[in-house]
């Protein structure tokens, strides 16, 4: 295994050792699924996230990756949990999703209406 494969293998552990210890109790590492990805953590329904370790910061092209793989798994809310630089825990990264993804979060916690945007609903499933 290259050193950049576990790396990102560890980062993904973080991730779900940290939704298990913070009441996620399904969370766990998904194996890759080619070009129908669908995130590399499962365990919340809807919702996809996609693990980024890296040295260099793209966070247009990790938001791409994120949202076609939540449009694979036909889940609501996709973002990238990225790890920051000097920090070990998951809590100290970021986490990041477009601003339809957030309000989507939003409206499925109940805080606002459901927002009127076109690109709100899942893949088509007939894809």
């Given at each position: 295994?290259?050193?950049?494969?576990?790396?990102?293998?560890?980062?993904?552990?973080?991730?779900?050792?940290?939704?298990?210890?913070?009441?996620?109790?399904?969370?766990e590492r998904?194996?890759?699924?080619?070009?129908?990805?669908?995130?590399?953590i499962a365990?919340?329904?809807?919702?996809?996230?996609?693990?980024?370790?890296?040295?260099?910061?793209?966070?247009?092209?990790?938001?791409?990756?994120?949202?076609?793989?939540?449009?694979?798994?036909?889940?609501?809310?996709?973002?990238?949990?990225?790890?920051?630089?000097?920090?070990?825990?998951?809590?100290?990264?970021?986490?990041?999703?477009?601003?339809?993804?957030?309000?989507?979060?939003?409206?499925?916690?109940?805080?606002?209406?459901?927002?009127?945007?076109?690109?709100?609903?899942?893949?088509?499933?007939?894809?």
């Amino acid at each position: 295994m290259s050193a950049s494969k576990r790396k990102g293998t560890a980062w993904e552990s973080a991730i779900v050792g940290y939704l298990l210890a913070n009441g996620v109790p399904h969370a766990e590492r998904r194996t890759l699924c080619g070009a129908k990805d669908r995130g590399d953590i499962a365990g919340i329904p809807g919702v996809v996230i996609e693990a980024k370790s890296a040295s260099r910061i793209d966070l247009a092209g990790w938001l791409d990756e994120t949202e076609t793989e939540r449009r694979n798994d036909r889940a609501s809310v996709g973002a990238a949990w990225v790890k920051r630089r000097g920090k070990t825990s998951p809590g100290e990264g970021y986490v990041v999703m477009t601003g339809e993804r957030f309000l989507r979060l939003l409206a499925d916690a109940g805080y606002i209406p459901q927002p009127p945007l076109n690109d709100i609903t899942p893949a088509d499933p007939t894809a």
